[in-house]
């Protein structure tokens, strides 16, 4: 979804989109798409599925809190870390004959088993609104489907499981937003890059507010294509931290710089690695909430150099 970039407004909300034969009004459409992209939509009665109340997961994530204990009464509170999410799914299968519930229990199963080792793993849990927006976090099954035959679990035609599943990173997540800059833009998706001064440096932005819409901070995917000759620099003035890097692109090579939390890499178009590029103290660094104001500066460029920032805002809550 390209939000395009222009130097004095921030980018326009997305357009309100209603999602075809969904009416307003109506509860959250939630699919689990499995780690080979098998999508399955939970709540879809007219396919067998119906999500059950008692959904767990979809609020705040779980705190732990850093604290010293002194003589005084109390205590004293150093920080917080945000926990991994656990998340809890009631779903309620029922088919015409036992013999299709059956096997809508068996897919069901191979979708989201979470062994990598046989093509399971990290699946995606989306909740759909009507309006069109959606929310969507990546998780491992951990379980609730091990197969309870109790005479209020599951009968000839019918089954309930409650799903569980653990997110490692504890937030929703938005639809990506791209952010692209241009000398000579060739197409419409792109803005020129403005200022350009001639000195030492092509300034891309001083003062650049770019925004990240999302509630808590979100981490940029920086793609620069060149040409491009000597050094970059990424300032995020709002919260003090710059990433600076030296390289040589010709025209048409890119340089990819993931700040992504377990992923931090740099890589050249080819995937090579080039961490080593990056200057000491260089800081791969979020966008905060809201706006920020950032600089970018590259050299050596001409009318072929790109840039392209791009991010998944995420949320705290579905």
Known sequence: MPILYTPVAPPPPAPEVVVPGYRLGAPPRVTWTSAAGVVTVLSD????????PGVRGLGLPVYQFHRTDTALDGTVIRGTRTEARELFVPIYMEA??????????????????????????EGVLEVAFADGTRRRIRAYYTGGMEGSEGADEAGLCWATYGLEFLAQQPYWERDPITYRWAIAPPTDTWLPILPIKVRDADVIGEGMTIVNP?????????????PLDGSAVMRNVTTGQQLEFTATLSEGEQIVIDT??????????????MFAALTVGSVLWPLAPGPNVVDVELTGLDDDSRLELEITPLELTA
């Open 45 to 52: 009665p007219g396919g067998g599925y119906t999500v059950a």
């Open 96 to 121: 015409p004959t036992f013999a299709q519930v059956w096997q809508m229990r068996r897919d069901l199963a191979a979708r989201l088993h979470p062994g990598v080792v046989d093509g399971g793993g």
């Open 214 to 226: 999302g509630s808590v901070r979100s981490w940029p995917v920086w793609t620069i294509t060149g």
């Open 260 to 273: 992504r939390p377990r992923r931090k890499t740099v890589r050249d178009g080819t995937g090579a690695n």
